[in-house]
């Protein structure tokens, strides 16, 4: 088989043609964008509309709720429907304009959406931190609230994880011909990957 022809994904156990991996890592891509969009927008809802709410269920004692702890409540709230928005923007899932019909990609000189891989590195980021973060209340206060904030936000890391390592031009694994990247380094040689690419010895 001409190796420039097969395209192997070792983890889905078998060889995938250069367009079908193509689509997969676009849906892929396209899951990340409108679960980040949905996670933060679902969390954004109850701080915009009920900050009173959230805010008396966050209290120890019994008392009214004060104009500021409102203010950043919904402050809060809008800061995370901005970042879905524009998450959903930059990453070119929604074209901005008619022009363009095919479905976005990570690759960097890809016109439809410049900002992609960065966009796709920040929220990632961004949700490992918050899924840390949860998870030190959650042994903290033992809440079960917590632990539904670490399961959200470390699903959504780990998908924006595979993204990163598989799907952008800087992933670790070959677009050219599906191999690891990291098989042949400095300063040993590597024989067996050399025999696989074809290259002399």
Partial sequence: MDVSQ??????????TSKPELKELTSQVFRAYTYSTAAWLSLQSLPLITGPSMMVTMLLDETRPVSP???????????????????????????PLTADIKESVTTEEDDPKAPYAVPTLMVTSI?????????YTWYVTGGQGLFAVGVAGYSSIAAIGLWCMLFASSHGKIS???????????????NSEAAK???KGL
Avoid at 126 to 134: L, R, T, V
């Fill in 126 to 134: 961004f949700h490992a931190a918050c899924a840390f973060y949860a």
């Fill in 68 to 94: 500021m702890e409102i203010y950043f409540a919904r402050c809060l709230g809008f800061s995370l429907l901005t970042i879905a928005v524009l998450t959903v923007m930059l990453t070119g899932s929604i």
């Fill in 175 to 189: 677009r050219r011909n599906g191999a690891d990247k990291r098989t042949t380094g400095f300063p040993f040689k």
């Fill in 6 to 15: 097969s395209y192997c994904l070792q983890s889905y156990g078998g060889y």
């Fill in 196 to 198: 696989k690419h074809g």
